[in-house]
């Protein structure tokens, strides 16, 4: 073969080394994640909210005092996920004491169906609230009567974070959920999504010398 050909051949080959590697590469599966262990298994929890909890849609912010929530550690070893998050299922939040940014709105919030949160230890240690399709809805009265429908067509996964301590805290930042907005004159209905905050401290109600715990 002359020096030419030898040299192209070559060449080709080069390339097309480079570009079975690039494909490899590309196609490497992510890491797992790691694992996670919620304690005490078996132990009731409760949910409270601190402070206050807001839900933001377009203009409108609806303010809540007062929301509880309870669940389940799942009992070992269901506790226990090697390679990813410990879910547990909740009853859904109840949010009362609630008032609108717009003078003259009464907001009433209203939950429904399976909720779930899971916990995946880490740095932090992060956790997502699951909202069912169409399982949390507020509807304001007064100068504006609106609808807001959460995860109106899918469930929604809210993340947020997770601290072990005495109590625990859960904790959603600027958490997204999308939402529908139907009704007439003053209601955001071209927002698509809406904004959550709040924090929950989370007690153990099996034995309250306890504490909730995630861990590896």
Known sequence: MSRTRTALALGLAAAGALSVASVTATAAPSPLAGSTTVTPAGHSFKAALSGKATLKAGSVTVTCTVSVSTGTV?????????????SSPITPPTYSSCTSSIPGVTPTVTTSGSWSVSM????????????????LVVHTTGLATCTVTA???????????????APPSLTFTNASVPVTVTGGFGCPTSATASVF???????????????ITVGP
């Open 151 to 165: 995860a109106p067509t899918a469930p929604a996964n809210v993340g947020g974070t997770w601290v072990n301590g």
């Open 74 to 86: 799942p009992a070992a070893p269901g506790n226990q996920n090697p390679a990813g998050p410990v």
């Open 197 to 211: 905050n709040a924090v929950y401290k989370v007690t153990d109600t099996t034995d309250p010398a306890q504490q």
């Open 120 to 135: 995946q230890n880490g740095s932090p240690i992060t956790a997502t609230m699951t909202v069912p399709v169409g399982g």
